[in-house]
T-cell receptor
């Protein structure tokens, strides 16, 4: 299995809702990432997990809460979002530094719309 | 974060070679040069990476300048499926973790 699977593919949520995005990989990668991408812009890094521990938080607002319950799963919990948070949310995984590196593998993303 | 500079857009004809340039004058000795591409409505896709020597794989070649301040991604025969945004990125490793920070990229148009 050489894929990163993201669910759901599309999500519409209200500003008072709580929802979660899910990301799964079975490549044995121990580093996982969340990116946010607005239309016609490059992906922006949000969080980095290394060996299931949060190692980098790029000053992301607390209404976004990441979780890595095991080495194959990465979640992004969403609460009290704003319409400007509407974007494509991308998950990626890779080997950790020090291991043989073959690049990041990205999922196809979750298209989030906040209404 | 070390920065890269790429042209906003480039055009090529199908079955012709394409040379996509990238400047990274502030690169440090341990930064790897990565290239990713993003097709419409998809997540980014790894293309190639290198440190000092030129690299080849089934998708492309990467030519790295001797001073490492610039690099060029070479697609040997462009196809319509190569139309995408191509990102040149410096892999930044800090404290055992690492991050890829995307720049604006080059939008490649391939004409039939």
């Amino acid at each position: 299995d050489t894929e990163v699977t993201q669910t759901p593919k599309h999500l519409v949520m209200g500003m008072t809702n709580k929802k979660s995005l899910k990301c799964e990989q079975h490549m044995g990668h121990r580093a996982m990432y969340w990116y946010k991408q607005k239309a016609k812009k490059p992906p922006e890094l949000m969080f980095v997990y290394s060996y299931e521990k949060l190692s980098i938080n790029e000053s992301v607002p607390s209404r976004f809460s990441p979780e890595c319950p095991n080495s194959s799963l990465l979640n992004l919990h969403l609460h009290a979002l704003q319409p400007e948070d509407s974007a494509l949310y991308l998950c990626a995984s890779s080997q950790v530094p020090g291991q043989v590196f073959y690049g990041y593998t990205f999922g196809s993303g979750t298209r989030l719309t906040v209404v | 974060d070390a920065k890269t500079t790429q042209p906003n857009s480039m055009e090529s004809n199908e079955e012709e070679p394409v040379h996509l340039p990238c400047n990274h004058s502030t690169i440090s000795g341990t930064d790897y040069i990565h290239w990713y591409r993003q097709l419409p409505s998809q997540g980014p896709e790894y293309v190639i990476h290198g440190l000092t020597s030129n690299v080849n794989n089934r998708m492309a070649s990467l030519a790295i300048a001797e001073d490492r301040k610039s690099s060029t991604l070479i697609l040997h025969r462009a196809t319509l499926r190569d139309a995408a945004v191509y990102y040149c990125i410096l892999r930044d490793t800090q404290g055992g973790s690492e991050k890829l920070v995307f720049g604006k990229g080059t939008k490649l148009t391939v004409n039939p």
